[in-house]
């Protein structure tokens, strides 16, 4: 039945990559690769990454490095869905790997790009579980790995609904590695063999501070801050900035001195976040055109929201005012600047309860709660302090997935 609807919603898909390619002019570019037309440059029997995006990207470039270290001769391959993941694994991995868009999960599209590349072994990231891709390599016998996985209970709810089509998905994969133990016991709910099952923790535990993070800084600090105290507000979608804006609005009463970052999710949304905090009166500036002093700051360049943190002496963190599940805490955690999220926090849900339990993490469901928050961190530099130092130690505490997952990874594969 899925195969047959995949053939079916084909058009509608491609319909949709031309709407969003004219809001985004990077999706009209090598659209062939949706399609299973690899590039010449890609390498036959290479170890095949899927990263579908930005985060995920960024979360399997240490991992990659690591396994490539182990197996030098082998050639690998990085596949992404959106074009800022496709940035960001040519700025990091640049030469190390060879990079295409993953093809569209239709049987036609799938064996296209299988028959050019011959892959030596599938490794997917997180939740990623495309029915015609792992049924296709498990055909051709393909070694199937699912890293860094995470399954929330409605997630699991909702594969127990689907169980003809994701048994059978789920049984053809080699190994899961899990974040945590709630994941590898649903898993297992839903019929996985436990021999397949290791729990190895967040492999997002082991980010590093870019290197040039200090330069960055001082320069974004000096053609901007000039002395300012700042709070920020991550990868914020719809909805959210509004929130944030009349949090902010309400803030300046009390801390005159206080700018606000506000860094939407996707970067072609600044134009209208732009727009959106001007309607409240505020004097707006755009990171990469006129960082000048400001009542708000948008930031509108992919990669930048790490270095944007470490300005901050508060962040909230988004996704988490709406249905997406909550955006990674940890790119502010690594900077000891305490956390503030919604009550959506499903993606994260066993990183977020360990922040919270150290008391560097606050949940506030609406502009009062936020506000509140917010004001009582800024009034506080002691516990500004204690909360800072508490994440970085949740950080430390729970490093290591990295190096789990490619010594046994890099067994496998060289096997």
């Given amino acids: 039945m899925y195969m047959v609807l995949s053939r079916v919603a084909l058009p509608f898909v491609w319909l949709r990559l031309w709407i969003r390619g004219r809001r985004e002019p990077a999706y009209r570019e090598r659209r062939g690769e949706r399609l ?26 240490p991992l990659i490095r690591s396994i490539k270290r182990a197996l030098p001769d082998v050639p690998f391959l990085v596949t992404t869905t959106t074009p800022s993941g496709s940035v960001e694994v040519r700025k990091h991995l640049g030469a190390e ?46 070694p199937v790995y699912l890293v860094n996985a995470r399954l929330s209970e409605r997630s699991a709810t909702g594969y127990q609904r689907l169980t003809a089509l994701m048994g059978s998905v789920l049984t053809n994969m080699t190994h899961i590695y899990c974040q ?54 991550g990868s914020t979608h719809p909805g959210e900035e509004e929130v944030v804006l009349q949090a902010h609005k ?24 732009v727009r959106l905090a001007r309607t409240y009166g505020f004097d707006v500036a755009v990171l990469s055109s006129d960082p000048k002093p400001s009542d708000v700051l948008v930031g509108d360049e992919m990669g930048t929201l790490i270095y944007l943190y470490a300005a901050a002496e508060v962040a909230f963190v988004g996704g988490s005012l709406d249905d997406t599940g909550g955006h990674n805490p940890i790119e502010a955690a690594i900077h000891g600047v305490p956390m503030i999220m919604g009550p959506n926090c499903i993606n994260f849900a066993q990183v977020v309860q360990r922040f919270e339990a150290a008391g560097c993490l606050h949940l506030a469901d609406n502009v009062d ?26 950080v430390s505490n729970n490093r290591g997935a990295i190096e789990r997952v490619s010594s046994d990874l890099s067994r496998r594969l060289a096997g």
Avoid at 118 to 127: C, D, H, I, Q, S
Avoid at 202 to 226: G, H
Avoid at 250 to 271: E, G, K, N, W
Wanted: net charge negative; glycine share 4%; aromatic share 10%.
């Fill in 97 to 142: 790997v060879e990079h295409c868009y993953c093809p569209y999960d239709f049987p036609k599209a799938v064996r296209r790009f299988m028959d050019s590349v011959e892959p030596r072994a599938l490794v997917l990231m997180e939740t990623e579980l495309w029915p015609n891709t792992i049924r296709e390599c498990r055909r051709r016998n393909v």
């Fill in 36 to 61: 299973g037309f690899v590039p010449a440059a890609v390498p036959r029997q290479a170890v095949w990454f899927h990263t579908v995006s930005t985060g995920e990207a960024l979360g399997a470039v």
């Fill in 180 to 233: 945590y133990q709630d994941t590898a016991d649903r898993f297992a709910a839903l019929g996985v063999e436990r021999e397949i099952l290791s729990v190895t923790g967040s492999v997002k535990f082991d980010l590093q501070f870019p290197s040039d993070i200090d330069s960055r800084r001082a320069e974004f600090e000096n053609n901007w801050q000039f002395g300012k105290r700042i709070w920020i507000a």
């Fill in 369 to 394: 709660e936020l506000t509140n928050c917010v004001d009582e961190l800024l009034k506080d530099a002691g516990q500004r302090e204690v909360e800072g130092h508490a994440a970085r130690q949740v």
């Fill in 250 to 273: 309400r803030l300046l009463q009390q801390h005159r001195d206080l700018s606000l970052i506000l860094v939407p999710r996707h970067p072609p949304r600044a134009s209208e976040v």
